[in-house]
């Protein structure tokens, strides 16, 4: 009975601090553009525009992310694998397309 009763109290704080934080800092957005509203603290272009293929990236991986949390646990093996690998492939061929001929070589 103490072991049941320290689970649900667990979870209930673990509930209540995900609520909160989430009320606090706000809920992650599936399609939220991370580059729409960039606050760069650069000076000059090349850094504003690293920033930008950064936040890029980090949206591209946000969406992945997304995408394979919405797997169906209740599949095969072999189909969440291949859902996942679909999920991976989309990723990395939206990050190789990213446009970084504006930066400098050495960070190419």
Known sequence: MKSLLSIVASTVTFGFSVVLVGLLFGFP?????????????CSDQTCYNIERLIYQDISNGRVRDLDTLSLNSTNTDSL?????????????????????SDLPSDFQ
């Open 29 to 41: 957005q599936s399609n939220y553009d991370y580059t729409e509203n960039l606050q760069t603290t």
């Open 80 to 100: 969440l694998f291949t859902q996942y690998t679909e999920f991976v492939n989309e990723y990395v061929d939206k990050s190789q397309s990213m446009d970084y």
